[in-house]
Structure formats: C-alpha cells, structure tokens
T-cell receptor, first 108, second 114 residues
C-alpha cells in the first residue's frame, strides 16, 4: 500500500514567521512530488512540484526532497494571513496519492 | 496550465436521483481524472478517463454507480447514480499536463444529497 503521511495540524504560525510542513511517503518508487494549497470551499491549487533531491525555491515557497529518508517538506517564508489554508502533499505512483493535508493558520 | 471548468458548481439533489457533472478543458489533454473529496477528508481518485477507451475505476468505485464518458480530448462527464446522502461530497475533475504528468484541478462540484 503506497501511502503519504502528513500531520493534520492545525499548524499555527505568527505572521511573518516561517511555516514548516512535512510529508513522508511509503514507497521509493515515486519520482514526482507535489504540494497543493486548498482554501476552504475551493479546489486544490498546485504551488510546487519537485522531482530531484535538494531544494527548490519559488518566491516565498521552498520545497525540499530527501529520497533516502523518504520525506518532502514545504517551507513558507514570511507567512501571511492569506497563506491560511490546507496544504496537501502528493506523490505520483502511476496515480497521484494524496496525504490527508495539513491545516495552516497564520495569526496576525 | 489548462483552464478547467465544471458544471454545475453545486447542486442539492434528492436521494435516488442521478446527477451528471461536466468537465470542460480549454486545451486537448490525454488524461482526465475524477476525484471525490468528502467533508474534512483528502482527495480520493474515482477513475481515470482517457479518450477512446473505457474509464479505469479505483477500488471501491464501480461503473454502474459512477458512469463516465470521455467523448473527446477536451470534455468528460461523471454521473453519480441512484444517489444517497453518503454521496454528498465535492467532485473534482483534473487533467494531467506537462512534465511528470502534473495534475491541475477544476473548481469542483459541491453535491448535497437529501
């Protein structure tokens, strides 16, 4: 059974701080990992994809992949109230397998 | 990324009835997917719909309950048949594009079955 695990939260982060989200996956066969953001009542929106070990930065977002340890993380720098959402980690094993999502709450 | 629309955006239905959800994409895509997201839950794949072939259903989902059509490379429908309150969910279509089959989601259809 291929699984993606995330802490459901909520993760409370002061405005301006760094939010750190973690995700582990069960099978080394995946080569593609994704982070989606989902606002309440909205559909998931792709914010980052990562395929190689190391860091990938896009604006205030940094994704980190460590295939040896089978984890993916997402850092959100200078967190804003508009970052308050559920963040879904997903791994591609033929089909896309989602974690349960981590709720992030940015407090002013 | 592709622009994806879904109709209806929401609906309230009576048990025992059926609802057909439409998904339209602004560009041709090979792979389209239908997901269900129950309240407070993550996404669960219902089926993969490729043009020119029968949809492939995931464990726990059957064609009689969730028939899917894929008449061309820009359109698909999902029907939720003989609905019960347990079918109350958000139904999402997605398409795979580009490198490593990145998936992009439509806005979703919010279904409430009474």
């Amino acid at each position: 059974q291929k699984e993606v695990e995330q802490n459901s939260g909520p993760l409370s982060v002061p405005e301006g701080a760094i939010a750190s989200l973690n995700c582990t996956y069960s099978d080394r066969g995946s080569q593609s990992f994704f982070w989606y953001r989902q606002y309440s009542g909205k559909s998931p929106e792709l914010i980052m994809s990562i395929y190689s070990n190391g860091d990938k930065e896009d604006g205030r977002f940094t994704a980190q992949l460590n295939k040896a340890s089978q984890y993916v993380s997402l850092l959100i720098r200078d967190s804003q109230p508009s970052d308050s959402a559920t963040y879904l980690c997903a791994a591609l094993w033929g089909k896309l397998q989602f974690g349960a999502g981590t709720q992030v709450v940015v407090t002013p | 990324s592709a622009v994806i629309s879904q109709k209806p955006s929401r609906d309230i239905c009576q048990r025992g009835t059926s609802l057909t959800i439409q998904c339209q994409v602004d560009s041709q895509v090979t792979m389209m997917f239908w997901y269900r997201q129950q309240p407070g839950q993550s996404l669960t794949l219902i089926a993969t719909a490729n043009q020119g072939s029968e949809a492939t259903y995931e464990s726990g989902f059957v064609i009689d309950k969730f028939p899917i059509s894929r008449p061309n490379l820009t359109f698909s429908t999902l029907t939720v048949s003989n609905m019960s309150p347990e079918d109350s969910s958000i139904y999402l279509c997605s398409v795979a594009q580009g490198y490593q089959e990145t998936q992009y989601f439509g806005p979703g259809t919010r279904l409430l079955v009474l």
